[in-house]
């Protein structure tokens, strides 16, 4: 075969320029309108590994190989990468770097890349995964000592073992993890000193409006003890005759840039967060403490927060208040299956906690063990240890301890400064927590205690096709069953099909409705045709209930991921949508 011209150059040097551009001169909706199949938040580079997938997949070349950044292995990259591979002619990834830095000291560039090289039925071999082995004594564009190789089938992640993609998300796990607020606005948050000043001339119900307030780095680092003006459930007419003084800041430092701003919703409730997450909201309505953890974090860890503070989103929220869900979520197994299933952001390379993958498709163990209460009890000693040392000792970190225990598990000698941290945050006591609490959890879901960590993701992945057929057939291990299913009612018992539980189509209304000219009247009439439907949709299924929804699937479906990304909707990993 001619050697094909693929422009690489363009890809290599504005790899996500679809995702991330915001003109509109018909180039993206040209791109978007040839590539419907490919998810509109998918990286530029992406359509050109499609186009070169096809090829190779036709025969027309023979093999092809491209760098991408490193999120090729994030969801909807991914699902690019995946449709090829689950198609029917055996066409592979045939050699893959999962991850390695790209520094080029005279641009500036200073990024972490994959590299793939995909083949051909003809052409298949042994796939080769080279994993770059790290060397921390190493500079930032060297480090690494040599690679360590894999041989195997090279799936959509780029990884080889058990097969991630196959997991499902389980209904038992459903409303309960969501984001937390985006502000929109730094007026809304107020110092110490500013809250009590602004509170004099308010009323009563201060408390409810002046919050406090956390976010990323007040997990990993020091709290920073601020407090933010919320606003919500409230109109612009109840704020200004309630709380005069805290809509003026507002007025004064938050409405003129928001005035700019081309969302019509965050522009016109300017009052308002820019995303208020009510789903969020609800799920720990009525708590006294709820779960979070920091969206992307070196080390992965969960704590309790009071349930007057508000989440930031940068934190990932779970509506559980009990300590043996802290305790699972806690525990290597979790961390293990987190790290694998979510994604990697930044230069740093930090894990990155994607709460539908992490979250909703994992299995926890019965909630009927007999160590259920051992974990419970570690979980609570975990929680107050760490709460505790930081009280006692203002400057200590989450960052800094769990640096420390990583230190101790690979009996590195610690620095003077680390030292310190070891004595004010008894991170040896720490240890020895997360230890027992490693094998309560290995017990409860009945595994050794030195399980290897291929071991843990296989049988968590067998787990979750367990309970998701579970599930087909009407039976639901809720975490929180008084939010989750407050009737007691259960799903209907569905056919389960051969190779994975699915829900039954509803049927198109026989009258369809007018698709409205204006975005906001779209993104409405969509949320509310979700919450009508019996089982999750298509975006295509979707575009054709509206009239003249021929050819609007690709609108469509970015509005339904807006619409996910706002927890107003969700969606199932098959790419289906719902409420």
């Given at each position: 075969?001619q050697?094909?011209?693929?422009h690489?150059?363009?890809a290599i040097?504005?790899?996500?320029a679809?995702?991330t551009?915001?003109?509109?001169?018909?180039?993206?909706?040209?791109?978007?309108?040839?590539y419907?199949?490919?998810?509109?938040?998918?990286d530029?580079?992406?359509?050109?590994?499609n186009?070169?997938?096809e090829?190779?997949?036709r025969?027309?070349i023979r093999?092809?190989g491209?760098?991408?950044?490193?999120s090729?292995?994030?969801?909807?990259?991914?699902?690019?990468v995946a449709?090829?591979?689950?198609?029917?002619?055996?066409?592979?990834?045939?050699?893959?770097?999962?991850?390695?830095?790209?520094?080029?000291s005279?641009?500036?560039?200073?990024?972490?890349?994959?590299?793939?090289?995909g083949a051909?039925?003809?052409?298949?071999?042994?796939?080769?995964l080279s994993?770059l082995?790290?060397?921390?004594?190493?500079t930032?564009a060297?480090?690494?000592?040599?690679f360590?190789?894999?041989?195997?089938?090279?799936?959509?992640?780029?990884?080889i073992?058990?097969?991630?993609?196959?997991?499902?998300s389980l209904?038992?796990?459903?409303?309960?993890?969501?984001?937390?607020?985006?502000l929109?606005?730094?007026?809304?948050?107020?110092?110490?000193?500013?809250?009590?000043?602004l509170?004099v001339?308010?009323?009563?119900d201060?408390?409810n409006?002046?919050?406090e307030?956390?976010n990323?780095?007040?997990?990993?680092?020091s709290p920073?003890?601020?407090k933010?003006i919320?606003f919500?459930g409230?109109?612009?007419?109840?704020a200004r005759t309630?709380?005069p003084?805290?809509l003026q800041r507002?007025?004064?430092?938050?409405?003129?840039?928001r005035d700019?701003?081309?969302?019509?919703?965050?522009?016109?409730n300017w009052?308002?967060f820019?995303?208020?997450?009510?789903?969020?909201r609800?799920?720990i309505?009525?708590?006294s403490r709820y779960?979070?953890?920091v969206?992307?974090?070196?080390?992965r860890f969960?704590?309790?927060l009071?349930?007057?503070?508000l989440p930031?989103?940068?934190?990932?929220v779970?509506?559980l208040?009990?300590?043996?869900?802290?305790g699972i979520?806690s525990s290597?197994a979790?961390?293990?299956w987190?790290?694998a299933?979510?994604?990697?952001l930044g230069?740093?390379?930090d894990?990155t906690?994607q709460?539908l993958r992490c979250?909703?498709m994992?299995?926890?163990p019965?909630?009927?063990?007999?160590?259920?209460e051992r974990i419970r009890i570690?979980?609570e000693?975990l929680?107050?240890?760490r709460?505790r040392?930081?009280?006692?000792?203002?400057?200590l970190?989450?960052?800094g301890m769990?640096?420390?225990?990583e230190?101790l598990?690979?009996g590195?000698p610690l620095?003077?400064?680390?030292?310190?941290i070891?004595?004010?945050?008894?991170v040896?006591?720490?240890k020895?927590i997360?230890?027992d609490?490693?094998a309560?959890v290995?017990e409860?879901?009945?595994?050794p205690?030195?399980i290897?960590?291929?071991d843990?993701l296989q049988?968590?992945?067998?787990?979750?096709h367990?309970?998701?057929?579970?599930e087909?057939?009407g039976h639901?291990?809720?975490?929180?069953?008084?939010f989750?299913n407050?009737?007691?009612q259960?799903?209907?018992?569905?056919d389960l099909p051969?190779d994975?539980?699915?829900v039954?189509?509803p049927a198109v209304p026989?009258?369809?409705q007018q698709?409205?000219?204006?975005?906001?009247?779209?993104m409405?009439?969509?949320?509310?045709?979700?919450?009508?439907?019996p089982?999750?949709l298509?975006?295509?299924?979707?575009s054709d209930l509206?009239k003249g929804?021929?050819?609007?699937?690709a609108k469509?479906?970015?509005l339904?991921?807006?619409?996910?990304a706002?927890g107003?909707?969700?969606q199932?990993?098959?790419g289906r949508?719902?409420t």
């Amino acid at each position: 075969p001619q050697p094909v011209d693929f422009h690489t150059e363009d890809a290599i040097l504005r790899p996500n320029a679809i995702s991330t551009c915001d003109c509109r001169d018909g180039y993206v909706e040209a791109l978007w309108a040839m590539y419907p199949d490919i998810p509109n938040k998918a990286d530029y580079v992406m359509y050109w590994w499609n186009h070169a997938a096809e090829l190779a997949r036709r025969h027309e070349i023979r093999r092809f190989g491209l760098i991408t950044t490193n999120s090729l292995r994030m969801t909807f990259n991914r699902r690019v990468v995946a449709s090829h591979l689950d198609a029917d002619d055996q066409f592979a990834i045939d050699f893959a770097i999962p991850d390695h830095p790209w520094v080029d000291s005279s641009d500036g560039a200073d990024v972490r890349i994959s590299m793939t090289v995909g083949a051909s039925p003809a052409e298949r071999t042994n796939s080769i995964l080279s994993v770059l082995i790290p060397d921390q004594s190493g500079t930032h564009a060297t480090r690494g000592d040599g690679f360590k190789s894999h041989f195997g089938e090279i799936r959509s992640d780029l990884t080889i073992g058990p097969n991630l993609d196959s997991a499902f998300s389980l209904t038992s796990n459903e409303l309960l993890s969501y984001a937390g607020v985006k502000l929109h606005g730094s007026g809304f948050i107020l110092k110490p000193e500013e809250s009590v000043n602004l509170a004099v001339d308010a009323n009563a119900d201060v408390a409810n409006v002046i919050r406090e307030y956390r976010n990323g780095r007040d997990i990993t680092k020091s709290p920073r003890h601020v407090k933010v003006i919320d606003f919500f459930g409230l109109s612009s007419e109840e704020a200004r005759t309630k709380f005069p003084s805290l809509l003026q800041r507002i007025v004064d430092r938050v409405k003129p840039d928001r005035d700019q701003n081309r969302d019509r919703s965050i522009s016109e409730n300017w009052w308002l967060f820019g995303r208020t997450r009510p789903e969020m909201r609800e799920s720990i309505q009525g708590l006294s403490r709820y779960i979070a953890t920091v969206e992307t974090s070196k080390h992965r860890f969960f704590v309790f927060l009071d349930a007057s503070v508000l989440p930031d989103n940068k934190l990932i929220v779970f509506g559980l208040d009990d300590a043996f869900h802290l305790g699972i979520l806690s525990s290597y197994a979790h961390s293990v299956w987190a790290l694998a299933m979510g994604g990697r952001l930044g230069v740093g390379n930090d894990p990155t906690y994607q709460n539908l993958r992490c979250f909703d498709m994992f299995p926890f163990p019965e909630h009927t063990t007999s160590n259920n209460e051992r974990i419970r009890i570690l979980a609570e000693q975990l929680d107050a240890h760490r709460k505790r040392q930081q009280e006692l000792h203002p400057k200590l970190t989450m960052t800094g301890m769990y640096n420390v225990l990583e230190k101790l598990r690979e009996g590195e000698p610690l620095s003077d400064k680390e030292q310190t941290i070891h004595e004010q945050g008894l991170v040896s006591v720490l240890k020895q927590i997360h230890d027992d609490l490693d094998a309560a959890v290995c017990e409860a879901y009945g595994w050794p205690v030195d399980i290897a960590d291929e071991d843990i993701l296989q049988r968590l992945v067998d787990l979750n096709h367990q309970r998701a057929a579970e599930e087909a057939q009407g039976h639901i291990r809720w975490l929180r069953p008084e939010f989750q299913n407050p009737d007691g009612q259960t799903q209907k018992q569905i056919d389960l099909p051969t190779d994975k539980p699915t829900v039954t189509k509803p049927a198109v209304p026989v009258t369809k409705q007018q698709w409205p000219s204006k975005l906001p009247d779209q993104m409405q009439l969509l949320k509310a045709t979700l919450e009508q439907q019996p089982s999750p949709l298509t975006a295509k299924e979707v575009s054709d209930l509206f009239k003249g929804g021929r050819g609007r699937a690709a609108k469509v479906e970015e509005l339904l991921e807006t619409l996910t990304a706002i927890g107003q909707a969700r969606q199932t990993e098959d790419g289906r949508f719902a409420t």
